[in-house]
């Protein structure tokens, strides 16, 4: 079994978000349901809540999350889940800093 079996390109799409997103996908993907809703509204802090929607969403999308993921969304993304949990976009440059939060909030939505 070959040790290279993705090429460069391929390997370099499963280590970053795609930099656009077309609306069409930001709707079908990032919209949150009444599940969606169970899970991420009880969490404590407007940045986890909207990290854990975003990581919905971008599971939805790639059916993975690369890493650092939160520091290369597109801004029209994280407006359009921010604006269905009515907080400010901007909370989301302070999610990840702890890596236990970050592993404990995968394995949620993971579940």
């Known amino acids: 079994m070959p040790l290279d079996f993705l090429s460069m390109p391929e390997r370099t799409r499963y280590e970053i978000v795609p930099p656009t997103i077309l609306e069409v996908d930001i709707r079908q993907h ?9 899970i991420v509204l009880p969490l404590r802090g407007e940045t986890n809540r ?6 919905i969403g971008l599971l939805r999308l790639m059916g993975f999350l690369p890493d650092n993921w939160w520091t290369q969304l597109p801004l ?5 889940v921010a604006a269905q949990l009515r907080i400010e976009p ?13 592993s404990d909030h995968f394995l ?4």
């Open 30 to 38: 990032f919209h949150l349901t009444y599940t969606d809703r169970l």
């Open 50 to 55: 909207l990290g854990v929607a975003l990581q």
């Open 76 to 80: 029209d993304v994280v407006e359009f």
């Open 90 to 102: 901007g909370n989301l440059t302070t999610y990840g800093h702890r890596q236990q939060t970050r």
């Open 108 to 111: 949620l939505v993971v579940k």
